[in-house]
């Protein structure tokens, strides 16, 4: 790296959006996601924990976020939001909006894959998970706290990609950047988008959240807890961030959950 990571470094370079953020850099921890969900009922202010390596970190429906120092950037943030939990359903999909929009404007090509990929190449590139404190952790304040975790492979060894077992894409452009310079583009892009949810919802990012899906307009399969469920031309999302695919002139709507698509084989 040209840079080694440092919290004073990336607080330098925060919009006025994003530099209210509590940042903590530790070397290694299992899950920075589980580290903040078991804190947040401490945290008065939206906070940042970025591991240099992580040993446990999680993704969607159970699997493993499998990182190694200097091969991934994992982190997570805590963000309270005066909406109503049920209208933070779709955040998970503009989070993935930021994400591409800043990986696109640092020269990565990427693109979507409902509900929480970011793909390059048509692999996993990133990956999201927004979660909620469960009740024993949960602040008692009017606010409904989330935990977004995110998960980006900058330069892969070999021995890491095996373990992962799926196919999966680096950017090793982003590996040689100042990861200071790096964090800072993502935070100040999150912090925007997550003001503006706060103000407008969902509604704003679906043009390029539909945009920007790889699989917009093709024939998928949607799994639900690994069984295959319907095939369908996908129409893009709606205003709750459910996928829309049509088959016959009949429409359906799948929420997230255990949910996952993949192109229609024949």
Known sequence: MTSAIRSNRIADGLNRN?????????????????DLLQRVHTLSS?????????????????????????????????????RP?????????????????????LGVLVMLKWPNDILRDGKKLAGILVERPSDHFRKKTDKNWVI???????????????????????ARWLSG??????????????????VLFEKEGLAPFIPSWNNLHAYDGRQVTVFQHAREEQTGTVMGIDGYGRLILENNGHRMSFSTGDVSLRPFDG
């Open 18 to 34: 994003a530099g209210k953020i509590a940042i903590d850099i530790v070397d290694e921890t299992g899950s920075t996601s589980t």
């Open 85 to 105: 939990e049920a209208e933070l359903a779709g955040l998970s999909l503009a989070v993935g909006v930021s994400i591409a929009q800043t990986l696109r404007e």
């Open 148 to 170: 977004i975790g995110i998960g980006i492979n900058l330069q892969l060894p070999d021995e890491l990609e095996a373990q992962i077992r799926q196919p999966v894409a680096e």
């Open 46 to 82: 939206p906070a940042l924990l970025l591991a240099r390596r992580q040993t446990a970190g999680r993704g969607r429906n159970g699997k493993t976020w499998h990182s190694e120092e200097n091969s991934s950037l994992t982190f997570s943030l805590a963000w309270p939001f005066s």
């Open 177 to 194: 950047m100042d990861k200071n310079l790096l964090m800072t583009a993502f935070l100040n892009h999150l912090a925007d988008a997550f």
